[in-house]
């Protein structure tokens, strides 16, 4: 564990969110070199190991028509805390700007975006057979259009295989059966999965092998990072030419995880807000198929745990604009004005608005009225943030030097004369593990478990168990995490069957603010919110409780100079019980951490380049969006834990 996150876990005992926090020497055991690790920080209560698990490089597409030339090893120096150049580059190829992480990672994944390696691999190497080809010398002389039209084919719904699984056609130049991109893009896997066995160092910094598979369909967004759980991986990653819906996904990487021995995955969903209503959809085939069936709905729960609830392009939570979300103020945060990914490139009005149906509390929901169905929950989802950077800056999440993450943002080099991406993204946030040790073995299970959060970027350090025999006492007993573990489940986990009829659950959540670093201050915690969704009479509903905390702390931030005014908490703690259950209704409860307001990282660029709104004429053209009354000025930063889920009678059986 690294030195920053050593310093929250020390605070964090004072604040009993851990019960062992004392330092073991290492021990070697039997079994495989992942298992025969034992740290010094090992921990049988589990310990918090802050990361990012969508990183973009050099290597996709994307990022590569934009000027990115850092690579896989170039995001995990960054990651480690080593400084890197960003683009625009000089002739000579000298980065123009620079940036490095004050507090380095836990943990890191490269998912450079799997669908083009060898196409770009061709058009950018001279020794590429094809590289004069007619798409290779569009790609140089003019590569935003070349992109569109490479981009183009993640939009085409798929066509049926002889395997029973959907696949796209490639582009002219791959050759018959794509067979030359296959091969260059061979070149580019292995130097992927060499990265990250070069840079993973067990109990310091860990790397997972992983790429992005990147589903379109008609411009929504249903991409998913596929995250390998050693480096037992495919010779190829299954992308969506070759898989397009993510049952042909799981279908052919299950058939290559069985030719490598060890070989094991889950998936993970990202960007909801921007999938124009398919990510939750319940028919098959990315929504023009069958209605979802039992084996379907296990397919889903047992291969993606996880879903992305934050990232650059926005927040998927909820949106305070429609549906339930409408009830929630805290649901006006970081939300974009549009629902798929053709607006960022041409205008707003070639996108739908949002949906409920493109959020994850709706999700949530939906899965509970599936499980009344099906017996089984297709979206039984923990929740975990990134950054989706495509400038190879894992982790890179500090409203107040926050130099874009080029993902289909602002030009690298508009960023340079004005704010440094669109007024609408965000630096992104951070994915939370609670493992026993920091190695790919434990990470991954604490993955597969759901014992995971998300945050918008600070290092909140944030536990959360629900039982029904939590004692009311557990914030000051001493032990937090060991009675919580002992009587009951961590996020992620399902309420056993209740002790008897007249029972009703409890949570205990706990908080510890972040200490600061990396440029931002050290804001107080405001409150500890939990999240309810339930069905009643095949009707979805929700509700927001605080339970500790103060919403009306009167906390404030000075826009002068961004510095953050009044008072709020260094640590909150609580045991809640659900007032208002109802045995006979299926649920799932989430905590939510809130931060007082800080200032959003516009502002603090609008501050540098001292713009005044007060005369428009006078305001430089990238810096317009400074005056732009439909963005805050100041933002509450926050955490959301992984749900823990309530069923009639106990968990049910995980079974198709």
């Not at 028919?283 to 650059?312: C, S, V």
Request: proline share 8%; glycine share 10%.
């Amino acid at each position: 564990m690294r030195t920053s996150v050593r310093l929250l876990l020390g605070a964090a005992c004072a604040a009993l969110l851990l019960s062992a926090c004392g330092r073991s020497t290492p021990v070697a055991s039997g079994g495989t070199a992942a298992s025969a690790v034992r740290c010094p920080d090992y921990n049988p209560q589990r310990n918090p190991y802050f990361g990012d698990l969508h990183v973009h490089t050099t290597y996709s597409l994307d990022a590569n028509v934009r000027g990115t030339l850092t690579d896989a090893r170039d995001a995990y120096r960054f990651a480690e805390g080593q400084r890197i150049g960003l683009p625009p580059y000089d002739a000579q190829g000298n980065p123009l700007r620079t940036a490095q992480l004050a507090r380095p990672l836990d943990f890191a994944a490269d998912t450079d975006h799997a669908e083009f390696f060898g196409e770009t691999r061709i058009c950018t190497d001279p020794q590429q057979a094809g590289y004069q080809s007619p798409e290779c010398l569009l790609y140089r002389i003019a590569p935003d259009q070349s992109f569109l039209i490479f981009n183009s084919l993640l939009a085409l719904p798929g066509l049926p295989q002889l395997d029973g699984t959907t696949a796209v056609p490639r582009l002219p130049y791959c050759g018959l059966g794509g067979e030359r991109c296959l091969a260059a893009a061979q070149s580019v896997w292995s130097d992927v999965q060499q990265a990250a066995a070069q840079f993973d160092d067990a109990c310091r910094f860990t790397t997972f092998v992983a790429y992005e598979w990147t589903g379109s369909p008609g411009s929504k967004n249903l991409h998913r990072n596929v995250i390998f759980a050693n480096g037992n991986v495919p010779p190829l990653p299954v992308s969506y030419l070759d898989a397009a819906n993510p049952e042909s996904l799981w279908q052919k990487l299950d058939a290559e995880c069985r030719a490598q021995d060890g070989c094991d995955y889950l998936t993970i969903p990202h960007n909801s807000d921007l999938s124009g209503g398919l990510m939750f959809t319940t028919r098959e085939n990315n929504g023009q198929g069958a209605d979802f069936t039992p084996q379907y709905a296990y397919e889903k729960q047992m291969h993606e745990p996880l879903i992305e609830i934050f990232q650059h392009k926005g927040s998927s939570e909820c949106n305070h604009s429609v549906g339930l979300g409408a009830q929630d103020e805290l649901c006006d945060f970081e939300n974009l004005p549009y629902d798929n990914l053709t607006a960022d490139r041409f205008d707003r009005l070639a996108s739908g608005q949002p949906q409920e149906g493109d959020f994850v509390r709706y999700g949530l929901e939906e899965g509970l009225l599936q499980e009344q169905k099906l017996g089984v929950n297709p979206f039984k989802y923990g929740f975990i943030a990134d950054t989706d950077t495509h400038v190879s800056t894992p982790g890179n999440v500090a409203e107040s030097s926050f130099p874009g993450h080029g993902g289909d943002g602002k030009p690298p080099s508009d960023a340079v004369d004005g704010l440094a991406d669109y007024v609408e993204y965000n630096p992104g946030g951070l994915a939370v593990l609670w493992a026993e040790q920091n190695t790919r073995e434990s990470l991954f299970r604490a993955m597969a478990r759901r014992e995971a959060y998300g945050t918008s970027g600070p290092r909140m350090v944030v536990r959360f168990f629900g039982g029904w025999e939590l004692p009311q006492n557990q914030c000051d007993a001493g032990d937090f995490a060991a009675v919580g573990y002992a009587h009951g489940v961590p996020m992620g986990g399902d309420l056993p069957a209740a002790p008897d009829a007249r029972a009703a659950p409890s949570f205990a959540v706990a908080a510890l603010r972040d200490p600061g670093g990396d440029g931002d201050p050290s804001v107080p915690l405001q409150r500890i919110q939990i999240v309810k969704g339930w069905i009643d009479a095949g009707q979805k509903r929700e509700a927001v409780y605080d339970v500790a905390g103060d919403p009306n702390d009167g906390a404030s931030v000075d826009l002068s100079d961004c510095r953050p005014q009044g008072r709020g908490f260094s640590n909150l703690c609580t045991v809640w019980q659900d007032p208002n259950f109802d045995p006979r209704q299926p649920a799932f409860y989430y905590a939510r951490v809130v931060q007082n307001p800080s200032c959003r990282w516009s502002t603090y660029q609008c501050l540098a380049a001292h713009i005044d709104c007060s005369d428009p004429k006078n305001v430089p053209g990238g810096y317009q969006d400074c005056c732009n009354a439909d963005y805050p000025k100041t933002v509450q930063e926050r955490a959301w834990t992984s749900p823990i889920w309530y069923h009639p009678g106990g968990p049910l059986p995980v079974s198709p």
